[in-house]
């Protein structure tokens, strides 16, 4: 059983389509075979949405309770994941998401 939790992830979003859900489980989605080879995180945690990029928090009663990333650290962290996606070529604008996932 899983608690209702609040994502924080630096990178790009994808809405993830009926279809794709079982390469999401399977683990098979090319988005995320790619990101592992450019040693990027991903994250899937409803079958709506999938993050590609660098997982900052998880937070939530079964996770963080606080976070706090300083300004050299997020700078490093974006500059990463910016270099790392266009070497994966994968489509989006990296981006800083905050998004509260649903106890499903």
């Given at each position: 059983m899983s608690a209702e939790s609040c994502v924080v992830f630096f990178g790009v979003r994808y809405e993830v389509a009926?279809?794709?859900i079982e390469g999401l489980e399977l683990r098979t989605?090319?988005?995320v075979i790619i990101a592992r080879d450019v040693r990027l995180q991903w994250y899937w945690g409803t079958d709506t949405v999938l993050f590609i990029g660098k997982q900052?928090?998880?937070m939530g009663i079964e996770g963080d309770l606080r976070v706090q990333?300083?300004?050299p650290e997020l700078n490093s962290i974006m500059s990463d994941v910016r270099a790392k996606l266009s070497?994966?070529?994968l489509?989006?604008?990296p981006m800083l998401h905050c998004e509260w996932?649903?106890?499903l």
């Open positions: 009926p279809h794709e989605d090319s988005r900052i928090a998880i990333v300083a300004g070497q994966a070529r489509d989006g604008e996932q649903e106890d």
